[in-house]
């Protein structure tokens, strides 16, 4: 894999930790960026997607997902996504 594409996942599971945080997930629930992208505290990551449904539900968060974009119902939000 080339650098730039390692640079580029990396990149998308930072946003994906942002975005978490942002709608919610306590610090502790999060991951390290390394950790899913190696694959070595898959626990910790699976904790983090579990938390962020549990988020999503008790808020009735709506979530769209496009190719370029996130977009929340909560407050009309357009966040760009990079794969």
């Known amino acids: 894999m080339t650098l730039p594409n390692v640079m ?29 992208y190696e694959g070595t505290n898959m626990p910790q990551f699976l904790s983090c997607v ?18 370029q974009y996130w977009y929340t119902s909560d407050n009309g939000t357009w966040l760009q996504r990079h794969w």
């Open 8 to 36: 580029m996942q990396m990149e998308n599971i930072q946003m994906f930790l942002t975005f978490c945080e942002h709608y919610g997930v306590p610090k502790t629930n999060l991951f390290q960026t390394v950790d899913l």
């Open 50 to 67: 579990q938390c962020l449904g549990t988020e999503v539900s008790t808020c009735y968060l709506s979530i769209v997902v496009t190719k």
